[in-house]
């Protein structure tokens, strides 16, 4: 069956940087787009970025532009998320999921990965 792993949150001062990383499998990894979402306490769960299936295009949410980078290794079933200059406002639960064409997500949530940013 379809599993999502995700892993590489943790606590950081603002300012500071975090990996994330995303291990899937049961399905075909190198054929789907893959995104990161996250989800702070008391809000909607928000697409943060996304990655075509052979890593040529991505895509940022404008709060994260310039400070995220979603990359990908086909090889690995692994998608990553290198976080910098991080702010308080990037505190949440981080979660991957493959996404259709327009954007679904395709698979149950993982379990996600808790990033905290403190002032």
């Keep these: 069956q379809v599993q999502l792993v995700e892993s590489g949150g943790g606590l950081v001062q603002a300012g500071g940087s975090l990996r994330l990383s995303c291990a899937a499998s049961g399905f075909t990894f190198s054929r789907n787009d893959m995104t990161w979402y996250r ?3 008391g ?23 310039g400070r995220f980078t979603i990359s990908r290794d086909n ?3 692994t998608v990553f998320l ?8 990037d505190t949440a639960v981080y979660y991957c999921n ?5 954007g679904v997500a395709k698979f149950s949530w993982g379990q996600g990965t808790q990033v905290t940013v403190s002032s």
């Design 82 to 89: 290198q976080m910098n200059s991080l702010k308080p406002e």
């Design 98 to 102: 493959a996404v259709t064409l327009w």
């Design 39 to 41: 989800q702070a306490p």
């Design 43 to 65: 809000k909607e769960r928000e697409l943060v970025a996304r990655i075509a299936s052979g890593g040529g295009s991505t895509n940022y949410a404008d709060s994260v532009k």
């Design 75 to 77: 090889a690995k079933n």
